[in-house]
């Protein structure tokens, strides 16, 4: 088992800044790529990004692209998702995710999951 708790989220205006935490505990972190996704309300979860087991390689959905940054602590079993210029429409609850193999875009690849952190843009 792998547990994951996030924080960081909160109240920001457009165009701020804040930067996700997500720790993992419970098995060797390095074994896992992790993933960070969000679903607002009403809408389907959607993959934000994902950085391999040894942070060698990411990949970002489109609409985040130069504005989000996944990063991970191997030494502290953290990961990270530090988000800039934030928009209206990056509010949502965001998770994060451990995939055993391959960490894609897909909700069905990863193992565990995390409880989720609120961010709220405001306009």
């Known amino acids: 088992q792998v547990q994951l708790v996030e924080s960081g989220g909160g109240l920001v205006q457009a165009g701020g800044s804040l930067r996700l935490s997500c720790v993992a505990s419970?098995?060797?972190?390095?074994?896992?790529?992790m993933g960070w996704f969000r679903q607002a309300p009403g809408k389907e979860r959607e993959f934000v990004a994902v950085?391999?087991?040894?942070?060698?390689?990411?990949y970002y959905i489109d609409s985040v692209k130069g504005r989000f940054t996944i990063s991970r602590d191997n030494n502290k079993n953290t990961a990270y998702l530090q988000m800039n210029s934030l928009k209206p429409e990056d509010t949502a609850i965001y998770y994060c995710?451990?995939?055993?193999?391959?960490?894609?875009?897909?909700?069905?690849?990863?193992?565990?999951w995390g409880q989720g952190t609120q961010v709220t843009v405001s306009s």
């Open positions: 419970g098995r060797t972190f390095t074994n896992y790529a």
């Open positions: 995710a451990a995939a055993r193999l391959h960490g894609g875009m897909r909700s069905s690849e990863y193992d565990y």
């Open positions: 950085i391999s087991q040894g942070g060698g390689l990411t």
